[in-house]
């Protein structure tokens, strides 16, 4: 079951290299597809975005703890990061919690706060 997830964004294509950042996203999607059906990742989504000021889409990768490490650390899988950083502005990696894993997220986070209730500087101060 996926606890983890990786988003994977990206931006616009570097002038002159428009179609050197498609084969960098074919080549991610077949990265992927494999991970996925040798049970290396639980699945992936991808979205391509209406235009907005930064992010044109996003892959989401699912998986536990030790599937998003081992596919970060895979060679192929950083190549492809290094591919995509000449051909494309404003790629971004970022780890984050899905599944099962909110519910544990949430229990650290309810504990942390826990941990300050009463404390004076957890209050937050009323701006005019």
């Known amino acids: 079951m996926a606890e983890r997830t990786l988003f994977i964004g990206w931006g616009t294509p570097v002038p002159g290299r428009e179609d050197r950042a498609l084969e960098v996203f074919d080549d991610a999607i077949g990265i992927l597809g494999r991970a ?7 699945g992936f989504d991808v979205v391509l975005l209406d235009p907005n000021r930064d992010l044109n889409g996003y892959i989401q990768v699912a998986g536990t703890v030790e599937q998003i490490a081992a596919l970060r650390a ?6 492809n990061t290094a591919d ?6 404003d790629v971004r990696h970022v780890e984050g919690w899905a599944g099962a894993g909110v519910n544990r997220k949430m229990a650290t986070y309810r504990e942390a706060l826990g941990e300050v209730a009463g404390d004076p500087l957890r ?3 009323h701006y005019a």
Not at 84 to 89: D, H, K, P, S
């Open 36 to 42: 996925e059906q040798d049970g290396r990742i639980v």
């Open 74 to 79: 895979h060679p192929e899988f950083v190549r």
């Open 84 to 89: 995509a950083q000449l051909a494309v502005a």
């Open 123 to 125: 209050e937050v101060p």
